[in-house]
T-cell receptor
Framework: AQTVTQSQPEMSVQEAETVTLSCTYDTSENNYYLFWYKQPPSRQMILVIRQEAYKQQNATENRFSVNFQKAAKSFSLKISDSQLGDTAMYFCAFMKHGDSNYQLIWGAGTKLIIKP | KAGVTQTPRYLIKTRGQQVTLSCSPISGHRSVSWYQQTPGQGLQFLFEYFSETQRNKGNFPGRFSGRQFSNSRSEMNVSTLELGDSALYLC????????????FGPGTRLTVT
C-alpha cells in the first residue's frame, strides 16, 4: 500500500521569505503522479502543482516549484517570495497511474502561516 | 465555467439518521470522487464514479454509498449515522484524462450529534 508522509505539522515564515515543505512517500510503483494541494482557511482545496513520476524535470508554477527525488521518494514544495495569501494547509498527495487506481492518497498536511 | 458545487454546505444530523449529500461537477467532467476529511484521520478516499459506474472504492463500511446520474451529478448517502461520521465531505470532479487533475468543491460539513 502507498503511504504519504508530511513530517512538518506546522511552519511559519515572514512574508517574502522562501519556505520549503517536505513530503516523502512509499510505493513500489514506477508510474505515478504527485500533487501539492492548498486548502486556505474555510476555503476549498485547490491544486498547486503536479509532477509525473516519469518526468525528471521538476515542475514549476510561478512562485511554486518542487524538488522531486524519485530514488529517495521525496517530493518537496518550495514557495518563493511568500505572500499572506499563501497561508493555508498544504497537502501532498499521490496517485498511481492506471484506470483502476483513480484515487488520491493524502499526507496529513502542513499548516503554513505567513506572517506580515 | 462554473466550479464544483456541493449541497448542502452544512448539515446537522442525529445518530442513527441517514443523510444524502449532493455534488455537481464541472460541466463536461464525468468523474466524481468523494473524500472524507477529519482532524483525526485526515483525508480519506471514499469512492469514485465515472459514467454512472463506481470505478474505485475506499476502505469504508457499507453504510457509505453513492451513485451518479446521467448528467454526472453524484450523491453520497450515509445510513445509520455515527458520531465518528462528523466530517467535511469533499467532492472532486475530473476529466479523468492523463492529467489526473481533480477539482474540488467547497465541501459539506456534516455534524452528527
Amino acid at each position: 500500500a502507498q503511504t504519504v508522509t508530511q513530517s512538518q505539522p506546522e511552519m511559519s515564515v515572514q512574508e517574502a521569505e522562501t519556505v520549503t515543505l517536505s513530503c516523502t512517500y512509499d510505493t513500489s510503483e514506477n508510474n505515478y503522479y504527485l500533487f501539492w494541494y492548498k486548502q486556505p482557511p474555510s476555503r476549498q482545496m485547490i491544486l498547486v502543482i503536479r509532477q509525473e513520476a516519469y518526468k525528471q524535470q521538476n515542475a514549476t508554477e510561478n512562485r511554486f516549484s518542487v524538488n522531486f527525488q524519485k530514488a529517495a521518494k521525496s517530493f518537496s514544495l518550495k514557495i518563493s517570495d511568500s505572500q499572506l495569501g499563501d497561508t493555508a494547509m498544504y497537502f501532498c498527495a499521490f496517485m498511481k497511474h492506471g484506470d483502476s487506481n483513480y484515487q488520491l492518497i493524502w499526507g496529513a498536511g502542513t499548516k503554513l502561516i505567513i506572517k506580515p | 465555467k462554473a466550479g464544483v458545487t456541493q449541497t448542502p454546505r452544512y448539515l446537522i444530523k442525529t445518530r442513527g439518521q441517514q443523510v444524502t449529500l449532493s455534488c455537481s461537477p464541472i460541466s463536461g467532467h464525468r468523474s466524481v470522487s468523494w473524500y472524507q476529511q477529519t482532524p483525526g484521520q485526515g483525508l480519506q478516499f471514499l469512492f469514485e464514479y465515472f459514467s454512472e459506474t463506481q470505478r474505485n472504492k475506499g476502505n469504508f463500511p457499507g453504510r457509505f454509498s453513492g451513485r451518479q446520474f446521467s448528467n454526472s451529478r453524484s450523491e453520497m448517502n450515509v445510513s445509520t449515522l455515527e458520531l465518528g461520521d462528523s466530517a467535511l465531505y469533499l467532492c472532486a470532479s475530473s476529466l479523468r484524462t492523463a492529467a489526473y487533475e481533480q477539482y474540488f468543491g467547497p465541501g459539506t460539513r456534516l455534524t452528527v450529534t
